[in-house]
């Protein structure tokens, strides 16, 4: 048996409830202790006097021992009763925090995250269960955005978006993962290609080209950045176009072609094989990936427990 089994056999272990003194007579106790008044016991909780009364009689029975003594129209704590009253308050203390803290967390809605699809099928989603479990009364609204790059903030708490400009000041933005681009194929592909194979080779290959993405980083873009001279018009007969990243990845993963990545999308299809990279040549594409919120929200606890867990995902 494990610790956390260890623990939770502890924590769970069985308790003799016998013991517990009549639970309803508590709040009874604990107003009149509080306000040294039976009937003033009676008023702040919606009772009569003689329910009060029948209350401290029924718990001063069950405890064995005198909880109050009577001075005048006035009531007074025993010994026993300041001792006890320490118990009482602390125990309806602990339940009400309880209780407000999970009503606060039952009547909060979800926290909507917006991010693309790519990056909830391949980073988000996948981790979203480690996260459920470590904060299980957080809730979470995931939404995909393919035709709008841009944070927003209408529909959505949280973005997990690449910017390509400043934001507008009432946005805080925390750096994500860094963009770099570089091309990927499946290794039967990869035995197709020259051993020696340089970028201006790729020209006579199927390439796959995510059309959605074009403004942030292009073939073009990453032969440009590793000196190959070559028109759009040249590439035209061997592009595959596709709308999304993911799109392309699956194409490439079974044989279809070479396809470009930007980010960590293809890091667990590289760590098990499913890809390759048949050119070490990397350049950065146009933006920053990160995550984007109202500069309000990073002082909501569920917000902030959420953005440093996408950091420490990433790191």
Known sequence: MDTDDQQNEKHFEKMDLRKLPPLKALKGFEAAARLSSVRGAAEELNLTHPAISHQIQTLEASLASKLFTREGRHIQLTEAGKQYYQFVRKALDILITGSEEIRDNTSQPALRIQTYITTSIRWLAPRLPKFKKQNPD????????????????????IGIICKTQPLPDHLSWQPLFQSQVFPVCSPEFFTTLPQDIQPKDLPRYPLISVYTEDKYWTWIDWFESANVQVSQQELNPKILEVDTLAAALEMAVVGEGIALVNGPFAD?????????????????????????????????KRAKAFIDWLVAQAS
Not at 138 to 157: C, G, M, P
């Open 268 to 300: 667990n299809d590289l760590a098990t094989g499913r890809l390759v990279v048949p050119i070490h040549h990397y350049t950065k594409g146009l933006g920053e990936w990160g995550i984007v919120c109202h500069k309000n929200l990073t002082k909501d």
């Open 138 to 157: 957080i809730r979470l609204q995931v939404s995909t955005y393919n035709a709008d790059w841009n944070f927003d903030e209408k529909h959505a708490d």
